[in-house]
């Protein structure tokens, strides 16, 4: 636990060096730091300590992974409550940190602000609190020029608690705390989430909750990147748990507040439908619950926002995000390919033709996807629900136009509760572990290419060394045996 806590004050420390930074905050003028911040000897130094700090995060992640899963089943309530509080020890240094390897955080304080000023951010961007002259103020100076005339791609949740702590202050630094204690609510839920799915599933709930709340995924991009992501996933998880053990009005509620942060999470009303269903029940049956649970997230999604006075606008703002190419999204990379070799092969189809076309049949595919696990999944079965979710969120980040590291979030928690074999198990933590390691090689880092490529060539190399050499691979071997699978009776799966 010791290390974790290391690791992440390295990360914070190290982060204050190349994350971006308000010129207006008072650690902007620190002499030392800004020396770092304005050489590339600087920067590369800083990003040095990040990934120390991310390394350290990770090993230690590994040895509490591979400890819960050696843990028999009266050891599982002890090693749980460890993992939560190795969590919240590794979260701690990070609190007050600025945005981390995102400047979306920047951006989230700017759409507060815009809100608690009466102007709306579904019509208006950041640009708006640009002074009479034209001068930025502290609010945008963060704030990613990209980002600066776009409205808010995000539903009335993350406006509304931005809305409030802009009511309380007008200092970004302490505005993007608020936003990291917005984002930490998701963490909460999915503490109180994931041991009870686990539990469905037949599964270790410690080993799940560690590979869920305390992996370098969470914690570098839900937490250090506050992103409303981990949020909206820890709204999902608990609208399955309340449908399945408050009723599925309950459900359908929290998953339209997870839509009302971000619009994939409603997905989780999929889960809900299913788990509150009779065994067996008919297509027509599905189809009939399925409106009603609809109706009412809807309801919770729209009135919000309605209630507040920030309307509906986002849903306008939606294609925002896609006006962005990611090299993560599958779509994006077919279509790309095929737009160069009809270019290449003199087809004089226009610029972004098939990039357009594989996009668009690939959201097709996410609504395919959801409705034939809808018509087609067991119903009234706790285990059969989490499945079916898992394998919703999956197909929606395989098939999201746009794909960044935090949005492998959406589907981790409900695959990590599954019965892995040792390859999917295995899998799933070289996926957590490297997209948290990976997370500083983005723009934060100011157009220091340099340092992007040298420490890209470090992560590769920690990597290696946490998951290829004989040591990793009995580590490896440790936290993905079978054996963990069966650790708890399937009489207990439906007790919650």
């Known amino acids: 636990m010791v290390r974790g806590l290391v690791g992440s004050v390295l990360v914070l420390l190290g982060g204050l060096v190349v994350a971006t930074i308000p010129p207006s905050a008072a650690v902007a003028a620190v002499d030392t730091l800004a020396l770092l911040r304005g050489t590339a000897v600087g920067r590369m130094a800083g990003l040095v300590v990040v990934l120390t700090g991310l390394g350290l995060i990770a090993s230690a992640w590994l040895h509490l992974c591979r400890s819960c899963a050696r843990a028999d089943v009266r050891e599982q309530p002890a090693l749980l409550a460890r993992v939560r509080t190795a969590t919240a020890v590794w979260t701690l240094p990070l609190l007050l940190a600025p945005p981390l390897f995102s400047r979306d955080g920047w951006s989230y304080a700017a759409q507060g602000t815009l809100a608690h000023r009466g102007i709306s951010p579904y019509e208006h961007g950041p640009w708006s609190l640009v002074g009479p002259r034209s001068v930025p103020g502290p609010i945008v100076e963060g704030v990613d020029a990209r980002w600066m005339a776009t409205p808010a791609p995000y539903g009335p949740v993350p406006l509304i608690g931005g809305d409030l702590a802009a009511g309380l202050t007008a200092d970004p630094w302490l505005l993007v705390v608020a936003h990291r204690m917005i984002a930490l609510v998701g963490l909460v839920?999915?503490?109180?989430?994931?041991?009870?799915?686990?539990?469905?599933?037949?599964?270790?709930?410690?080993?799940?909750?560690c590979l869920v709340l305390a992996s370098p995924l969470t914690v570098a991009n839900g937490v250090a990147g506050l992103h409303n992501d981990l949020l909206m996933v820890g709204l999902m998880a608990a609208a399955l748990v309340v449908a399945r053990e408050h009723g599925w009005v309950a459900g359908a509620v929290l998953g339209g507040l997870a839509a009302g942060v971000k619009l994939p999470g409603g997905l989780a009303c999929v889960a809900v439908v299913l788990v509150t269903l009779p065994a067996a029940a008919s297509v027509a049956v599905r189809v009939r619950h399925a409106g009603r649970v609809a109706a009412v997230a809807v309801a919770a999604l729209v009135l919000p926002?309605?209630?507040?006075g920030l309307g509906i606008g986002w849903l306008g703002a939606l294609a925002v995000p896609g006006t962005v190419n990611t090299p993560l999204s599958l779509p994006t990379v077919v279509g790309g390919w095929l737009d160069l070799v009809a270019q290449a092969s003199g087809a004089g189809t226009p610029d972004g033709t098939f990039l357009d076309l594989v996009r668009l049949g690939a959201q097709v595919?996410?609504?395919?996807?959801?409705?034939?696990v809808l018509v087609a999944s067991p119903t009234g079965d706790a285990r059969q629900s989490v499945r079916a979710l898992a394998l919703v969120t999956a197909a929606t980040v395989a098939l999201s136009p746009v794909v960044h590291l935090w949005y492998f979030l959406w589907a981790v928690p409900f695959v990590a509760v599954q019965r892995l074999d040792r390859g999917a198990m295995a899998a799933l933590v070289a996926l957590s572990l490297v997209a948290g390691l990976v997370a500083p090689m983005d723009s934060s880092l100011h157009g220091a290419y340099l340092a992007i490529v040298i420490g890209s060539l470090v992560v590769a190399a920690v990597a290696v060394l946490l998951l290829v050499t004989r040591r990793a691979r009995e580590r490896l071997a440790g936290i993905s045996t079978d054996a963990w699978t069966s650790s708890i009776d399937a009489t207990v799966v439906d007790q919650g």
């Open 189 to 209: 839920l999915l503490a109180w989430a994931v041991p009870r799915l686990a539990r469905w599933c037949g599964t270790n709930p410690a080993l799940a909750s």
């Open 305 to 308: 926002g309605v209630v507040w």
């Open 365 to 372: 595919g996410i609504v395919v996807v959801a409705g034939w």
